[in-house]
């Protein structure tokens, strides 16, 4: 009961937090394109309730930065700059979910006052506002490749675990022959087949249709593996014998053995071809600048001056910890139910 | 570090030519790196120098590499004939004890320093020089080097004239000849004249052969190579320099050579005290380091501008309307000078020199980079950002604006391209999504396309499948001879347009006749105005959009003595034969 509960606060989280990303437009204060080139990598602001004589105000407020003539990127409050924080603002267009054309904003400060509430990078761009809108596509990305490489895994996997014979033969040489493939080269080669510029859709279903293709083979070989140890079992055996059809005992005997499998596998390759988008990035087949997306936002971490100067670059990296763990916590408690209910 | 292969080929092509007579100041150092810099004190021998390089050399023949990391190490194995000081940019002589030019400046007479010997205690005579160029000037071996011999259309010609006298033959004059020579490290013929004739030249000197095969008149030898780690050179006990208190150079006993892929690695390896020189990191390192400097016993020096000069430019190429209808098309845009003059207008590179390089980089009118103190026209306007011109600019070439912003050509096609880039260089991919919002501001619609270094080559260099691209060159040399490719018609760095039959623009015509005349001229000022005007027309017409040029950041421990940087390749390994450990 008590799990269940925890289960229910974590997927409610992960709803919501998927319901913030959607609507990334509203939660962010200004566009993922906007640059602010007298704010590069800007710490985050800081949110005051107390003003510099000691005196409380009802509205938080942020102060104004006084670049500092030192050096190109540090940075020092402007006590007399003071801008209050309103919520509902008007700010730059968006589209909710990519339809629904919007200008409100959930908060926002007045011009020439800036709020980076996780700061900026070094375009000066700002950072939560990046982190919301990458998410939506690297979540989109993540689930959907991930579900496509599962699906053809599990289809390859049984078909090859439940056949046996030269149907799993053929079908695990195939799998080991995709995954011995220089990927690598043959990205390189579709690189070179697609025209320079693409679509944002486009890029999308390139991105999940890549990454899908290339992660099936090695949750097949999972798959096929637990399918070849369950179609032995007593009672699929006796199925049989009572005459059942192979779909009937693949589905009813068979595969639900294979679910723990299919969700430890998803809850890793999210944030595996998360990453792998960053790679593509690099090969350009990924999204394009200004578009952010998650990759982008770590690849940033990947150099040392960014590492041991501006840890506030650290926290998109960090946010995306608990997400991930939500998706391993609700996996972890779907096994749990599968288990609680008898085969 | 592709990148660098290519930027190495073209530093290749370069190292030879130069301003001949003038002195060439240091460029001034800044605040950072206005510290005590030994000069050429003598120093103490023994120990060892550590540095890392990007990438594993690829070979350690001299009429083969290409690659910058092999040209480091080849570098400190061998010499030439005549040697460009990278400090003062001017020529000295080498294992040439002096020359003479004949009055028509068309024949060198060299006359060899008597009794050196290679690595391998086998004496040099006239007859390696010989072979040596013999095999640079050989097409079947294509060494990198060989079209820089090829003066006015003929390979040029070498004759021994006894045991220490060398004479070479040119179809033509040609400014600041002598400098041709560095660059072209000496062979040692009794080891390698029987693989040459046999025609397995291109296969000798792999760096996996053994030490024993290897002789040069540098001043190191290899001691052994580790793959996928290291490469370690030891004192040549036969080399010939002394220092002024007559001790035998060089200094050091050993550099080792690490082989430490990223950037970012380096600095660390730097940092925890694994390597004890960092050869051009970028800016932002540059600001971590000089924050630990008192504390770690080193030195950041920013020396400046160096000779990498980065550029936009737009494909004029001659495309099939058929193959590459798109991009065609766009180019009856990227042809209007009018159109660049607004890009060029519109992009704020005082923006580029301190969100990309934190400050240390210098923003360009040309291609001449502040560095280049020798060839610069200081004359040439600095470029100033006006969004109003540009508009105005374009409202004159027939492009117009609708109603949400965004711009349209004559027959109402949206401006939309892309600039290609890089993905290996972060530098110019931050260049392109400035530009790409500052050209946002006009209305027209850019998408930056990062790719690998070499499918972005290949774009630029044979499909031409490309709409801009940001690139950068970097010159061996300060001379303009390095940018003869660049600038005539028929180079093979003409980016913009390239493979042109005849110059395609009255101004491409002035190019390639300026660019002929300095080549031919012998009088250092009446090349510098010669070559001032080329500069001049690439600013005015604009067939690349000049951005920016970030200085060269260099570091060494407190210990290293001799420690004198330049601007010109090698960076910091140029006197290696003088670098000490105290």
Not at chain 1, 138 to 162: D, E, H, K
Not at chain 1, 183 to 193: D, G, I, K, M, P
Request: aromatic share 12%.
């Amino acid at each position: 009961m008590k799990n269940r509960r925890a289960f229910w606060v974590v997927l409610t989280l992960l709803a919501s937090f998927h319901a913030v990303i959607v609507c990334a437009g509203f939660f962010s204060p200004y566009s993922y394109s906007a640059q602010n080139r007298d704010f590069p990598f800007a710490p985050p602001s800081r949110i005051h309730f107390f003003d510099s004589r000691g005196d409380f105000h009802i509205r938080p407020f942020v102060y104004g930065w006084a670049a500092s003539s030192e050096s190109f990127n540090s940075y020092a409050a402007d006590p007399n700059a003071v801008y209050p924080i309103h919520f509902l603002v008007s700010g730059p267009a968006y589209r909710v979910a990519g339809f629904i054309p919007s200008r409100i904003h959930l908060f926002g400060v007045a011009e020439p006052g800036r709020i980076f509430l996780m700061g900026t990078d070094g375009f000066g761009r700002d950072q939560l506002t990046r982190f919301l809108y990458g998410g939506q596509i690297s979540l989109a990305a993540g689930l959907i490749a991930a579900a496509c490489s599962l699906l053809l895994g599990l289809v390859v996997g049984s078909l090859a675990g439940f056949y046996g014979g030269w149907i799993d033969d053929a079908l695990m040489r195939g799998g080991d022959i995709f995954m011995a493939l220089p990927w690598l080269y043959l990205l390189f080669a579709v690189r070179t087949a697609l025209p320079l510029h693409m679509a944002q859709w486009q890029v999308f279903f390139l991105l999940v249709g890549v990454i899908g293709l290339i992660g099936w083979a090695r949750p097949a070989r999972l798959i096929r593996g637990v399918v070849l140890s369950a179609k032995e079992r007593n009672f699929v055996r006796a199925a049989r014998g009572f005459g059942a059809s192979d779909f009937y005992l693949l589905r009813r005997h068979v595969l639900p053995h294979t679910y723990s499998v299919i969700l430890t596998q998803m809850t890793l390759l999210i944030p595996q071809y998360i990453l792998a988008e960053v790679t593509l990035t690099f090969l350009g087949l990924g999204v394009g600048q200004p578009m952010p997306s998650w990759g982008s936002l770590l690849s940033a971490l990947q150099h040392y001056y960014v590492l041991v100067s501006y840890w506030w670059m650290f926290l998109p990296a960090i946010l995306m910890v608990p997400i991930f763990l939500a998706y391993s916590q609700v996996a972890d408690a779907l096994q749990e139910r599968s288990r609680s209910f008898p085969l | 570090m592709r990148m660098f292969k290519i930027i190495g080929k073209i530093a290749a092509a370069c190292l030879l030519l130069t301003p001949g007579m003038a002195f060439a100041p240091l460029p001034p150092l800044r605040a950072a790196a206005a510290k005590s810099f030994s000069g050429g004190s003598p120093g103490v021998r023994g120990g060892t120098l550590t540095i890392a390089l990007r990438s594993e050399p690829k070979t350690l023949n001299p009429a083969l590499a290409s690659d910058a990391a092999s040209q480091d190490v080849i570098y400190c194995m061998n010499a030439d004939l005549i040697h460009i000081n990278r400090s003062s940019q001017r020529t000295e002589p080498e294992l040439a004890q002096s020359w003479d030019v004949s009055s028509d400046g068309r024949t060198y007479t060299l006359h060899l320093r008597r009794g050196l010997r290679f690595s391998d205690g086998q004496p040099f005579t006239a007859d390696d020089v010989v072979f040596s160029f013999r095999v640079y000037l050989d097409p079947r071996i294509d060494s990198p080097q060989r079209e820089l011999l090829i003066i006015g259309g003929k390979p040029i010609s070498v004759a021994k004239l006894d045991e220490y006298t060398v004479r070479f033959g040119l179809a033509e004059p040609y400014a600041a000849a002598e400098r041709l020579f560095d660059g072209f490290p000496i062979l040692p013929r009794h080891l390698l004249d029987r693989v040459y004739r046999e025609g397995k030249f291109s296969k000798a000197w792999a760096i996996s052969d053994a030490p024993s095969a290897f002789a040069g008149l540098g001043p190191f030898r290899l001691a052994e190579y580790v793959p996928g780690q290291r490469i370690v050179l030891e004192r040549n006990p036969y080399y010939w320099t002394r220092d002024s208190s007559g001790t035998q150079l060089p200094y050091l006993d050993r550099i080792v050579f690490l082989f430490v892929p990223s950037e970012d690695a380096q600095v660390i390896r730097f940092l925890s005290g694994e390597t004890d020189v960092l050869s051009r990191f970028s800016s932002e390192d540059f600001a971590v380091l000089q924050r630990q400097e008192s504390k770690e016993k080193f030195h950041v020096y920013d020396l400046g501008p160096s000779l990498e000069y980065n550029f936009l430019f737009f494909n004029l190429n001659d495309v099939s309307t058929r193959n590459l209808p798109q991009i065609a098309k766009k180019q009856a845009w990227f042809r209007d000078l009018r159109f660049r003059q607004a890009v060029s207008l519109a992009i704020d590179r005082a923006a580029i020199v301190r969100l990309v390089y934190q400050g240390r980089a210098a923003v360009l009118a040309s291609q001449v980079t502040p560095g280049n103190k020798l060839w610069l026209d200081p004359a040439i306007a600095q470029p100033v950002r006006s969004l109003e011109r540009a508009r105005e600019l374009l409202k004159s070439a027939g492009f117009s604006w609708r109603p949400d912003g965004s711009l349209e050509g004559p027959g109402q096609h949206p401006v939309e391209f892309s600039i290609l880039t890089s993905s290996s260089n972060s530098q110019r991919m931050k260049i392109a999504t400035l530009i790409q919002s500052d050209l946002g501001q006009l209305g027209m619609n850019v998408h930056v396309v990062s790719l690998d270094f070499g499918a972005m080559v290949d774009r630029l260099l044979n499909s031409f499948d490309y709409e801009a691209a940001i690139m950068g060159l970097a010159d061996g040399d300060a001379d303009p001879n390095t940018e003869m490719n660049v600038w005539l018609s028929s180079g093979e760095m003409h980016l913009w347009h390239l493979n042109e039959s005849r110059p395609a623009t009255p101004w491409e015509a002035d190019l390639n006749r300026l660019m002929n005349v300095q080549l031919v001229e012998l009088n250092y000022l009446k090349r510098k105005k010669l070559y001032g005007q080329v500069q001049a027309i690439v600013a005015r017409e604009l067939p690349i959009i000049c951005l920016a040029s970030p200085d060269v950041l260099v570091a060494a421990r407190n210990n290293i003595g001799n420690f004198s940087p330049a601007i010109l390749e090698p960076y910091v390994l140029w006197n290696v034969d003088r670098i000490y450990v105290r």
